[in-house]
Every structure is written in structure tokens, then in C-alpha cells.
């Protein structure tokens, strides 16, 4: 380099890394660059640190560099980053008439032949596509079109984010809801007609051949049988073998074909046939879970009654606007998240909480979109438009879920990249060697190869993660407990540790009376009495939960005189024929009222516990306390019982609050290990030093908590639902810390549940691979084995969503 001035740091924010592995590769690459001194990326933050020579190297090139890795590169606050607009647009739709994961490879491959096209996604579990493609070379028309005529049904997303109306969320989510679930599916859907005319041409041609000894007219019924089920199955396979990928419509068709031309008809029917029944069983069974999902936005009226001009009014919810006034009577359902003005009603929030008990609402209290006013009358102020209600919000971060790819799935994508080739390559030896070489018949050998391709799709192996993510998120969604993606799911599965932020986590995060200490002859109601009436006109914190513990106890407050406060001490005011005093120790210090030795014996108990002392007295002295401290939920101590009954073993909370507070709120919930008087980066530190003992996983309300909860492997949020949504990996959206031990377990079994799919999947194509090398199975077994496991590993994800 030249000089040391020509030197230059840039900070920039880096989205779409998904691990510490990103950050690493992009560090590498950056390093690469002539000029470059030093390249730092954090996973945690997001934050790229680079520093440069200016005459070897600029912005541009650092930011064309980040973003050929397929990541977005921002500028940070105050560091402008010549950061040119996107060149490229993002389409989701929803993809119809997929019968397997072979399909979904099928269209990805098909597309990313297009020119501009760059980077394809499609789910087969959730029939999403998502295409990233630059508008200057290809047009979102011809990407329909080119999906079309593969001979699937493709509906847009018209939006890349929360769609800006509830008509277009409404419209985008309830247009898909369309996988029926009864006898209809079998008669009114293109799979379900299909099965059934197949299965009756194989029918007829059975009683033809056994009964009326007829064998033309039999082979006749099983062609027909044949050419119904083979026609969607032949177009894929087609398009596959056009984009020279063995997927199962291609190795089913060869198979069908080939059985027909070694002049067995029956089996090449009955081998489509038991496909295309596999394939539709299938669906039919995953669209349950699909429908569960959608119906959320079902919960959502399209209309809405609002006051405008001192009239009640029926509008459409999208054309109502934030600050405007909803009038819901009982048996409605609230359109919009909103405070309620006035009124006092149970609102049952179970279809987005999760919470079984309706809970009441009063005046202050917010209350969601879709949730069931019950008893009263409410009116309740808008806070949320149509398209940014929680419940859309939920809908669109389940989707996303559904889309995302575990670890454990890009495992089993690798390893059927390898294992598929294997299976056809010795697919082929069989056919050609023993002919060849051995002088052996063909037509035996070609037909063991026939059972082998069959045999050679791993549709277990490919559906048994993405269909056990669906039904668990799904499963999760009506508890409450949004996961934001496989890889969240599968990182809870494998937690060893759990960190707990204490304020507004474990406690409430607002101050509660825990005990009234008197003296002398005074009585602690009558303390208790005094303190609230002074204080009941403040706003302070400690005096709110003064104030809120006596008329819990039904005490009468009663209006003082000579009323005078002094910020930051306290206040003092004449109380009956008596001056009094409330307030902190440096009030009595500056009004010189002397503390007896009792007094301040009392007073240091209750800050040896970790409380807070509000002091009661008059000119001659201390006649009370009240004790205060942030209150424990009460849920706390059952969720780390909770916690400790699933085995995990490692319980360890971290607060900014003093070692008494931190001792004696973990001994009342039952955390043996704590550390006290952190800081946000001594928190930081805590989480990596969890985490070379193992996966760590942290809790908070996601405030404060930031910098923690993005160290974790995964982190977990509870509060308030608006904060939650955006803080962490996991959300406990119904605001119980009980759920904690719930998302965890479930995370355990949705892991036990692809262990045992995909074991199952490998030992089953691995037994039948060696039976059909052997000739010991023909295509029909060869074909239910295939689909059979197949209908297994679904039905087996399926018992996630029944928890």
C-alpha cells in the first residue's frame, strides 16, 4: 500500500446470511480482494467491518462482491454506501398439481433454464414457488407461462412482503384454500377423478380376465386404465427428461411402458395406478395441515362497524384507517388491532395466543383482529391497518416458516444428489451386463431393472423433513408458538441450555408490593392506607402498585391536604390531624427526621432480600414500610419445573439487576445458576461462553435483550406481541412462559419424528434395492413399496400436528 491515509473503513449491514458459516465465507471472499486490509463479518449483528486501500479497491466492487454470494449489502446509519438499486425482483405464487418432491425439482430446473433468472425455490410441502429474476431479461409473464405449460396451475402473490390490503391477504390465502378433505376431493378434483377411473378400468379389466375369461378385452381395460393414470404422469416425465433428470414420473412411466411392452398390461397398469393413488393419498393427506394454516385468515370479518360523524357505520376493513373508532358487540369478531376506549368485555384470543380461557378486556387493554368479543359491548381505537393486524403479520411469518429448509433437509438433498445416479447407473448395468457378458435372457434382466427404477426415487427420503416442519409449525401456530423457520425448529430440538433475561422474562417487569412492615402501634392496613392516599395522584411506578395494592385489598382512599412532592424523594401531605411523609431515605435525610434503630434494622431487611423500601412516616419518626420488588409471574416457577421434566438439565438467568435481587428471584422460580450486575456486552459474553458447552438458547422480552438473544443458537421471545414478533427465532405470542417447555418439546419430537422418517425411508429402499436385484419382488410391490413409504412418512409427520 502506499501510505496509511489511503486507507478506509466501511460499515454496512449484510442480510441473508442463515449461520456463522456465511460470515466466514464472506469474509474470505472480501479478504481475496487486492487492497483489502482487514475484513470483518458478524453473524450476530449483521455488521461488516472492512477496511481498504482506495486506490486498490472501492465500495462498488466490495458490494458487487457481497452481493454475487447471493447476500444484500446496506449502508449503516451515518455511513453512506454508494449502494445501487436491485436489478432484480422477487415472484412468490402458489403452485398447483405437484404429486411429489420430484415435481417441485422439476419446475426449479425448468426455470433456472431462463435467462435472468436468479435463484428459484419450490416447496413441494407448501406449494410456494419463490423466483428472484431481473425484469431487463425475462418478465414474470413468461415465468407463468413456462410453469403453465409444465402443466401446473400457478397462482401470484401480488405482494414480496405483508400484502397492503386485507382484500389482497384475504384473496392471496383464501384463494388457496382449496384441498378438499372429504369424499368431494375423490370426484371433483383432477387427482381424485383420475384415481377413480383407473382403479375402474383395472377393475373391469380384472373381471374380464378372471371371471369371462376374455384376455383381449381384459388387455383392453387395463390400456385404458393405463393411458387415464399415465397422461399427467407422462407430461412430467417429459418435461423431465427434457432437463435430463430422473425424477418418479419418469422412472414410473419407464417402468409402466416397459412392463407394457414385455406384454404384461396388467402389472403396467396396476403400477400407475398404485402410483397415481400413492401420489393423490398423499396430497389429500397433506392438505389438512395446509388448510389448518389458511384458516387463520379466515378468523378476519371483511367488514367492519365504525363511528364516523358521531354514526355508527359499515365499511370494509381495509378502508378503515389507524386512529378511527370500532364499535364490537358481543358474539363479533374484533377486525383490527386496536386500545380499548371503553367498555368492558371476555375476548376469547385463542386463535392467536393459544390461550384456552377467554380473558377480560377493559379500558387500556389491547385487543387483536380475529379474537371473539364474548359478553360486552366495546369500542375500541385502531392501532393497525388491514394489512399490519398481528394476525396477518402471524399468517405471513407462518408461510415463510413453511418455505424455509432445515439443516437436516440440506442433508438429505446432498445425499439424494449422490444416491439417485447410483441406483439408475446400476439400474442400467443390470439391463446390459448379463445380456451382454453373461449370455443371459434379456427380458428377466429388463424387467429387474424395470422394479429397480421404481425402487431407485427416494419420495420418502425427500418429503420426510419438509412435511414434519409443516405439521409442526402448524401444530405450534395454534399454541401460540411461532417458529421462524426449520432452522429455529430443528436448533430448539438440540438445546443442552437455556439463558433466561430476568425484568419482564421471569418477572413482570413492573414493581409489586410484597410486604407492609409497621411499628409502634400503627397497623399495617392503616400504613398502607396513608402511602396510597398521598400517592394515588403520581405516576410513579412504585407509587402505581402502591396505589393498585390497596384497593385490592378494598381499602377507601381519602383525599390529603398541604400536598407537596419533591422530585426523585418522595412527597409529604397532611393526613387526618398528622403531617406524613412517604418517600426514599434522602427525603427523612433533608426533612431531618431521625430513623429509630428498629427503623433502619427494618429497612436493611428488606434491601438484604433485593426490595425496594418506600418509607412511611411523620416529624417524630418511621412508623411503616412497603417493600417492592418486580414481581415474579406466576407462571415462572411451573415453566422452570416444566422445563426441568423434559431434561433440560442446564437453567441459567442473566440480569443487569444486584446479586440480591438475582438470588432471591432465582431461588422463588428455582434456577440454581444466575449471574448478576451484567451489562449488555457482559450478557453477550455470557451467551458465548454458554455456548462452547453446547447448544444454548436464550429468553427474553426482546427490549433489552438484543445483542443476547441474536448470539443464541436460538433465541425465544415473550411479551408484547409487536416487539416479540421482530426479536427473536421463536415467539411465545399468548405472553405464558409455560409455552417455553412446550416449543422445546415439540422441537424434540419434530426432530425424533425425521430421525425415525428418515431411518425408516433408508432401510426400507436399501432392503428392497437387494429384493429386486434378486427378482424376488415385482413392480406392483416394487410401486406400494415406493409410495407406501412415502403415505408413512407423511402419516407419521401428521401425528406433529394432532399434539
Not at 117 to 126: D, G, L, M, P, R
Not at 505 to 533: F, W
Not at 606 to 619: D, N
Request: charged fraction near 20%; charge should be negative; aromatic fraction near 6%.
Amino acid at each position: 500500500m502506499n501510505s496509511a491515509s489511503a486507507l478506509k473503513t466501511l460499515q454496512a449491514q449484510v442480510g441473508g446470511m442463515d449461520c456463522g458459516g456465511c460470515a466466514k465465507t464472506i469474509e474470505a471472499t472480501l479478504q481475496q480482494l487486492p487492497g483489502v486490509a482487514e475484513a470483518k463479518v458478524s453473524f450476530a449483528t449483521e455488521r461488516l467491518n472492512i477496511t481498504y486501500d482506495v486506490q486498490q479497491v472501492n465500495e462498488d466492487t466490495i458490494r458487487d462482491r457481497v452481493t454475487a454470494l447471493g447476500y444484500t449489502l446496506e449502508p449503516m446509519p451515518n455511513q453512506p454506501l454508494p449502494v445501487q438499486p436491485p436489478l432484480t425482483q422477487t415472484l412468490q405464487a402458489h403452485v398447483g398439481g405437484m404429486d411429489c418432491g420430484g415435481c417441485a425439482k422439476t419446475i426449479a430446473a425448468n426455470l433456472q433454464q431462463l435467462s435472468g433468472i436468479t435463484e428459484v425455490t419450490v416447496n413441494f410441502a407448501s406449494e410456494r414457488l419463490n423466483v428472484t429474476y431481473n425484469p431487463q431479461q425475462v418478465s414474470e409473464t413468461d415465468i407463468l407461462q413456462r410453469v403453465t405449460s409444465l402443466g401446473y396451475t400457478v397462482d401470484v402473490d401480488r405482494t414480496s412482503d405483508i400484502p397492503t390490503s386485507t382484500d389482497e391477504l384475504v384473496t392471496n390465502v383464501r384463494s388457496r384454500k382449496s384441498d378438499l378433505t372429504g369424499w368431494q376431493f375423490w370426484l371433483k378434483t383432477r387427482r381424485g377423478q383420475t384415481v377413480v377411473f383407473s382403479g375402474i378400468g383395472l377393475l373391469l379389466g380384472l373381471i374380464a380376465e378372471r371371471l369371462l375369461l376374455l384376455p383381449l378385452v381384459a388387455q383392453g381395460f387395463y390400456a385404458i386404465s393405463l393411458v387415464i393414470a399415465i397422461v399427467p404422469i407422462l407430461r412430467a416425465a417429459w418435461i423431465a427428461l427434457k432437463l435430463r433428470r430422473a425424477d418418479m414420473n419418469l422412472l414410473m412411466t419407464l417402468a409402466a411402458i416397459g412392463a407394457a411392452i414385455l406384454g404384461q398390461w396388467f402389472q403396467g397398469a396396476l403400477v400407475i395406478f398404485l402410483f397415481a393413488l400413492g401420489t393423490t393419498l398423499q396430497n389429500f393427506t397433506l392438505g389438512r395441515t395446509r388448510n389448518a394454516i389458511r384458516d387463520l385468515m379466515d378468523l378476519t370479518p371483511a367488514m367492519a362497524t365504525v363511528k364516523r360523524n358521531g354514526q355508527e357505520v359499515s365499511v370494509t376493513v381495509e378502508g378503515i384507517q389507524i386512529g378511527e373508532i370500532l364499535t364490537i358487540r358481543p358474539g363479533q369478531r374484533i377486525a383490527l388491532d386496536g386500545i380499548v376506549l371503553s367498555g368492558i368485555s371476555a375476548v376469547d384470543q385463542s386463535p392467536i395466543t393459544g390461550e384456552s380461557l377467554p380473558e377480560n378486556k377493559e379500558k387500556d387493554d389491547q385487543v387483536f383482529a380475529g379474537t371473539l368479543n364474548q359478553t360486552g359491548f366495546l369500542e375500541v381505537e385502531v392501532t393497525h391497518t388491514a394489512a399490519d393486524t398481528t394476525v396477518a403479520r402471524i399468517v405471513h411469518l407462518v408461510e415463510e416458516a413453511q418455505e424455509s429448509r432445515a439443516p437436516i433437509q440440506q442433508w438429505v438433498d446432498r445425499f439424494s444428489a449422490i444416491y439417485t445416479p447410483i441406483v439408475l447407473a446400476l439400474a442400467v448395468g443390470i439391463t446390459l451386463v448379463p445380456p451382454l457378458l453373461f449370455a443371459q435372457p434379456f427380458q428377466p434382466w429388463f424387467y429387474k431393472a424395470l422394479v429397480l427404477l421404481v425402487i431407485a426415487c427416494p419420495c420418502a427420503l425427500v418429503i420426510a423433513t419438509p412435511v414434519s416442519l409443516i405439521s409442526a409449525i402448524g401444530a405450534a401456530t395454534r399454541q401460540g408458538i411461532l417458529f421462524k423457520g426449520g432452522n429455529a425448529l430443528e436448533t430448539a430440538g438440540r438445546l443442552t441450555t437455556l439463558a433466561f433475561d430476568k425484568t419482564g422474562t421471569i418477572t413482570q417487569g413492573l414493581p409489586v408490593v410484597q410486604k407492609v412492615h409497621h411499628l409502634d402501634s400503627m397497623s399495617a392496613n392503616m400504613v398502607l392506607l396513608i402511602a396510597a392516599s398521598l400517592e394515588q395522584q403520581s405516576e410513579h411506578p412504585l407509587a402505581k402498585a402502591i396505589v393498585a395494592e390497596a384497593r385490592a385489598q378494598g381499602l377507601d382512599l381519602e383525599a390529603p391536604e398541604s400536598f407537596t412532592a419533591v422530585p426523585g424523594k418522595g412527597i409529604w401531605a397532611k393526613f387526618g390531624p398528622a403531617m406524613y411523609f412517604v418517600g426514599n431515605r434522602r427525603l427523612f435525610e433533608e426533612q431531618d427526621i431521625e430513623l429509630s434503630a428498629a427503623a433502619k434494622s427494618l429497612l436493611a431487611e428488606i434491601e438484604s432480600q433485593g426490595q425496594t423500601p418506600v418509607l412511611i412516616g411523620t416529624r417524630q419518626g418511621l412508623v411503616g414500610a412497603i417493600a417492592l420488588a418486580d414481581g415474579v409471574r406466576l407462571e415462572s416457577p411451573e415453566a422452570v419445573r416444566l422445563l426441568k421434566r423434559i431434561g433440560l438439565k442446564r437453567l441459567v438467568m442473566l440480569t443487569g439487576d444486584r446479586s440480591a435481587v438475582a438470588r432471591q428471584v432465582a431461588q422463588e422460580v428455582g434456577i440454581e445458576e444466575y449471574q448478576a450486575e451484567l451489562l449488555p456486552e457482559d450478557k453477550l459474553q455470557a451467551i458465548y461462553k454458554l455456548r462452547r458447552a453446547g447448544v444454548v438458547g436464550m429468553i427474553g422480552d426482546g427490549i433489552n435483550d438484543t445483542p443476547a438473544l441474536a448470539a443464541a443458537d436460538v433465541s425465544f421471545a415473550v411479551g408484547k406481541i409487536d416487539v416479540a414478533l421482530e426479536a427473536a427465532d421463536v415467539v411465545l405470542v399468548g405472553n405464558d412462559l409455560r409455552r417455553l417447555g412446550d416449543a422445546i418439546s415439540l422441537s424434540r419430537r419434530t426432530l425424533s419424528v425425521i430421525q425415525q422418517s428418515i431411518t425408516f425411508a433408508l432401510v426400507l429402499n436399501a432392503t428392497f434395492i437387494i429384493l429386486g436385484v434378486l427378482g424376488v419382488i415385482g413392480l406392483p410391490i416394487a410401486v406400494l413399496e415406493d409410495m407406501g413409504s412415502s403415505l408413512l412418512v407423511t402419516l407419521n409427520a401428521m401425528r406433529l400436528f394432532k399434539t
